[in-house]
């Protein structure tokens, strides 16, 4: 719906919460951290996006196996982030991880894999790398 500020409190409050209730790096803090990373991602809050994403990442590398599914969702948002920051080298790096963990985690043809190599491809359009982007 578009109402980020909202969002902004629910998450921040549920956040709040967690931090109270829960252990320290319990995956579920992880996932609040992400989410409040996404609204500030979608409002345009870059800085801000890659904070909570990086502390989400960190829960989530000392909660869950190294090669857990949620570890590349994690490098792929903060993919995201570098490139709309027209930081390519580091979104490269990050989408390319989060394309390595899912080659392990998950089946040949699910559809995480389209948007790894989607966003690797628009890294290298983004940079003039035309046939690496292709």
Not at 13 to 40: F, T, W
Not at 54 to 75: F, G, M, Q, V
Request: glycine fraction near 4%; charge should be negative; hydrophobic fraction near 35%.
């Amino acid at each position: 719906m578009d109402e980020y500020s909202k969002a902004l409190s629910s998450f921040e409050r549920s956040l709040e919460i967690r931090k109270i209730a829960l252990p320290p790096n319990h995956p579920d803090l992880a996932s609040s951290y992400n989410n409040v990373g996404m609204v500030y991602y979608n409002m345009g809050e870059y800085s801000k996006a890659l904070s909570s994403f990086e502390r989400s990442l960190e829960i989530r590398k000392i909660a869950l196996p190294p090669n857990h599914p949620d570890l590349a969702s994690s490098y792929n948002n903060i993919g995201n982030v570098y490139a709309n920051m027209g930081e390519y080298s580091k979104a490269l790096s990050s989408f390319e991880r989060s394309l390595e963990i899912r080659k392990i985690a998950l089946p040949p043809n699910h559809p995480d894999f389209a948007s790894s190599y989607n966003n690797i491809g628009m890294v290298y359009d983004n940079m003039g790398e035309y046939s690496k982007a292709l």
